[in-house]
């Protein structure tokens, strides 16, 4: 596993230097110098599982965040950079595991779209089932009502303290380790550097950090005898 996290931060490392330095139009890097992901046993040939780019925007994210982008307010563009990190982070831990990312993708960004939505546009620390029942209506409207009660869960246990082991722990957990390597930069979850940092040149933290931290602050003044209600264990 060393191996595949060493060749595939490479990967992305190499891509990402070349692209920066011929300046391809957005969505039009040749396939050839696009991240891959490799696996090496020993010295056995390697094998190239995918060539799909990274750093691609998602129609359901941005159909999302379109929609409520008055509500975000100043907060948009630190909030939509969460999501999309959350998002790439969330695809690659997923496809690590040996899963089809593609497969679950309308979870995956429905989930990573809603999944602070209401704690970005209410500043209110009891945001998880008014987003979970948001994403909820949102997939019914698409009619992908089948996939809401994974995503539900997606959504109301990324704050859990845990590993998260119950029903569609596959997707739940690559999401809760996603949010939480992007807000604390926790190391050993899977994500490689080479990852995070082309995620946070393509979709810049705008200050989220300190946006959390503030809210959390000011929401725990408030009710200071439930702090931290989103927490799970």
């Keep these: 596993m060393g191996l595949v996290g060493i060749e595939l931060g490479l990967a992305c490392a190499a891509a ?3 692209t920066k330095i011929i300046p391809f139009k957005k969505g039009t890097v040749p396939f050839f110098l696009q991240p891959v992901v490799i696996i090496r046993v020993g010295g056995v040939q390697p094998v190239i599982l995918s060539s799909r780019r990274f750093m ?6 941005d159909e999302v965040l379109d929609r409520y982008r008055q509500a975000l307010g100043p907060h948009y563009a630190r909030y939509r950079g969460h999501v999309y990190r959350v998002y790439h982070y ?4 997923i496809a690590q595991q040996g899963n089809d990312a593609d497969r679950d993708d309308s979870a995956i960004a429905v989930a990573a779209a809603f999944h602070d ?4 546009t209410e500043q209110t620390l009891d945001y998880l089932p008014p987003s979970i029942a948001s994403a909820t209506e949102h997939l019914d409207s698409l009619g992908l009502s089948e996939v809401a009660p994974a995503v539900g869960r997606m959504i109301g246990f990324h704050h859990k303290l845990t590993p998260y082991r119950d029903e569609d722990a596959a ?7 996603a949010d939480l390597v992007d807000l604390f930069a926790v190391p050993g979850v899977g994500v490689p550097f080479a990852l995070r940092r082309e995620a946070q040149s393509s979709y810049p933290k705008c200050g989220f950090r300190g946006f959390v ?11 200071p005898w439930r702090p931290l209600p989103m927490l799970r264990w």
């Excluded at 969330?90 to 831990?93: A, E, V």
């Design 16 to 18: 990402s230097a070349v």
């Design 56 to 61: 691609e925007d998602s129609p359901l994210i």
């Design 90 to 93: 969330t695809r690659h831990l």
């Design 117 to 120: 939505l209401r704690f970005a």
């Design 213 to 223: 931290c503030r809210t959390l602050f000011i929401g725990a003044l408030k009710q």
């Design 171 to 177: 997707l739940v957990e690559p999401f809760r380790r």
